[in-house]
């Protein structure tokens, strides 16, 4: 454990208590995907399934139980409680459309062929792309809450942090893991767009809201 | 296939 790897994985569990928290506060969902919420639930689903194989610390197995919790959490919120704030009228990207291709690009490129590390894989894949549906939707309502805002800027930030961390796993420990950074590096610049508009509007006191 | 190190990251 590094202060790179420790801040991304805060910054991670912000992001997630940043969207339960505006959603249970303001009683609503709007301005958040449903598709992302559900794609992050299957990403931590499939990737902590070693929590029943493998231990390898506290840290990692509490860590791990609240993402999966709190992802069902959201999906819960969002269909169920406050299922009328849901706008599913602009939340229409087809997640098949990631689900699919991710899962067959695991089965081709993975460490090992067992169904475990293909799942992993995939979990890592699909967590690259998972939040193209969140910004589909911003793209489509031309805009985004403050409180989104934050909570997609943390969000990003954990990966990007992760960056760091492997950067530094690299040069001191010489471990290197190419299909997670070759993820990262993919989901973080998929961020980039969006990191430019909050810093030059959100951080000024404006409303994200994109060019006509 | 080369043995698969633990996942120990999140």
Not at chain 1, 6 to 35: P, V
Not at chain 1, 59 to 67: A, D
Not at chain 1, 77 to 89: E, G, P, Q
Not at chain 1, 140 to 161: D, M, N, V
Request: aromatic share 16%.
């Amino acid at each position: 454990m590094n202060i790179f790897r420790l801040l991304g994985d805060l910054s991670h569990l912000l992001a997630i208590i940043i969207l339960l928290l505006k959603i249970w506060k303001s009683r609503s969902c709007a301005g958040i995907s449903g598709k992302s919420q559900i794609l992050f639930s299957v990403v931590y689903t499939t990737r902590y399934l070693d929590l029943l194989t493998t231990h390898v610390s506290p840290y990692n197995t509490v860590m791990k139980l609240v993402f999966i919790f709190t992802s069902y959490a959201t999906i819960y919120l969002m269909y169920v409680k406050f299922k009328a704030t849901y706008d599913h009228n602009h939340d229409t990207f087809r997640i098949e459309f990631l689900l699919i291709p991710t899962f067959i690009l695991a089965l081709l490129i993975n460490h090992e062929f067992t169904v475990l590390e293909v799942l992993w894989t995939f979990s890592i894949y699909l967590e690259s792309v998972a939040i193209l549906p969140q910004l589909f939707l911003v793209s489509k309502t031309r805009e985004a809450e403050s409180i989104t805002s934050h909570y997609l800027f943390a969000l990003g930030s954990y990966r990007a942090l992760y960056l760091l961390n492997w950067v530094y796993r690299y040069v001191v420990e010489s471990h290197y893991e190419l299909i997670a950074i070759i993820s990262g590096v993919v989901q973080t610049i998929l961020y980039c767009d969006f990191f430019y508009l909050y810093i030059t509007k959100v951080l000024k006191g404006k409303k994200l809201q994109l060019p006509a | 296939a080369a043995p698969v190190e633990e996942h120990d990251e999140l």
